[in-house]
């Protein structure tokens, strides 16, 4: 039996601030515009929210460049804002959970600035620089947003290591004074009285000392370094050492952003006895529909790949760890446009997918807007995009000759943009986000799938998701329940049980839009059934043994044994 926790039995909204709601309008959401909205999440029953960065930024990433820890950007209004949008959200029995960027800051932190002013600075230290190797840079790494990890500096002449963009200049953890300075910024949070931090790229904060090489790859000029940044050596010290130093003196929830982490390392990360983090984000499910080379190189994903992907997941940590459970986020396509149908089967799929993942055993986050089955969105122009790795992939590529209309059909598919287009509140202009002009252009979608259209509607996606977390809040084995997988060489049928003590749960999902026939295995006995929730009107007492799935279709029995 696991160990009972808050973090466990939450469910967790994730709101992109710059895409909820607009109060002033100019075009970017705002901590108001959340403030305002929070009797909507509430209704809807979620427990934490999850506030991608409001701190002061330049806005290169969208905010996941910090050039100030300690203020909001000006943007989504003031720190009186955010104490208020805190208490507001306190009052309703929610919790905040804010967003810790540390693995870089920003290039116009006052710490890179004096950093860069001479190689004798005291803060020279704070980041990674390094001599010019035969006239070149220092090692062969790529950014993750493409080109070289490193960005020549002509005041210092020497190079910063940087893994994403050239402005976002990777931090020193070796350096114990950027540790204490990481530990007394989370402190000054959590003392306003927030419930928890998510981590992004905590797993990259340990280089592998001496920055070697990557294996290049024949016509690449540069390569991944994740072999030398990913669960680097000293991560899980550096993290045991947070623990001590903030993390234990206060009642709350951590979730550390993971590429590249495996089950046997993720029970590392988050054994209760490891004293690091509640949990991981892991990204094995996110790499399904991607092909050999690159997430750009877009493949349909294997329905057998995500079961066997989940359960290895589900049984990798049962007992020992914890799961995230997510289908998308700001840096992922929409979930029913990815892995379901946005057309036809929309409404019935974006259920389906929602069943699946609330059934898992594991802390679930919702995506803003997945309640309502928000989909992908394709603007006509690149010059519509705004995100820097799209725009860096796009240029790349047609530098080097492909078609660019091949590389927009990527883009379509998995560009960060299709998950920041402005939340879809209702039918009016800009779908309710603004009065102003949006940053960035509203799906136009937006005037058959509004939250609006949903709330007054019982039978809407929004109205489901809260059946489904009513559910979780009334039944412990949808928590605590160990997991099994059924059927695993069912090419259309995703089928699994929960059980706890004398009790089941089974989950059967069609992941076609054909019929599909579901047979209970034999061994699965039971005494009596009740069908908790289903995607489709249903006769509560059908048999179970034999049962035609409909496009799509989602149901959920608890079994008494």
Known sequence: MENKTWWKESVVYQIYPRSFKDTNGDGIGDLKGITEKLDYLKDLGVDVIWLSPVYQSPNDDNGY????????????????????????????????????????????????????????????????????????????????????????????????????????????????????????????????????????????????????????????????????????????????????????????????????????????????????????FQFEHMDLDSGPNEKWDVRPFKLQDLKQTFTKWQKGLEGTGWNSLYLNNHDQPRMVSRFADDGEYRVESAKMLATFLHMLQGTPYIYQGEELGMTNVQFESIDEYKDIETLNMFKEKVEAGVDPERVMQSIYAKGRDNARTPMQWDESENAGFTTGTPWLSVNPNYSEINAANQIGDPNSVFHYYKRLIELRKQHEIIVYGSYDLLLPDHPTIYSYTRTLVDEKVLVVLNFAKEYSLFTLPKDCSYKTQELLISNYDVDQNDSIKEIELKPYEARVYRLTT
């Open 65 to 280: 460049d910090i050039s100030n820890y300690r203020e909001i950007m000006a943007e989504f209004g003031t720190m009186g804002d955010w104490e208020e949008l805190l208490s507001h959200i306190h009052n309703r029995g929610m919790k905040l959970m804010m967003d810790l960027v540390v693995n870089h800051s920003s290039d116009e932190h006052e710490w890179f600035q004096k950093s860069r002013e001479s190689k004798d600075n005291p803060y020279r230290d704070y980041y990674i620089w390094r001599h010019a190797r035969d006239g070149k840079e220092p090692n062969n790494w790529e950014s993750i947003f493409s080109g070289s990890a490193w960005q020549y500096d002509d005041q210092t002449e020497e190079y910063y290591l940087h893994l994403f963009s050239k402005k976002q200049p990777d931090l020193n953890w070796e350096n114990p004074k950027v540790r204490e300075e990481v530990y007394d910024l989370m402190t000054f949070w959590l003392e306003k009285g927030i419930d928890g931090f998510r981590m992004d790229v905590i797993n990259m904060i340990s280089k592998v000392p001496g920055l070697p090489d990557g294996e290049l790859r024949e016509g690449k000029k540069y390569v991944s370094g994740a072999p030398f940044y990913m669960n680097g050596p000293r991560i899980h010290e550096f993290l045991q050492e947070m623990n001590q130093q903030v993390l234990s003196k206060y009642d709350i929830m951590t979730v550390g952003e993971m590429p590249g982490v495996d089950t046997i390392e993720a029970q590392a990360y988050t054994g209760a006895d490891r004293n690091e983090l509640n949990m991981v």
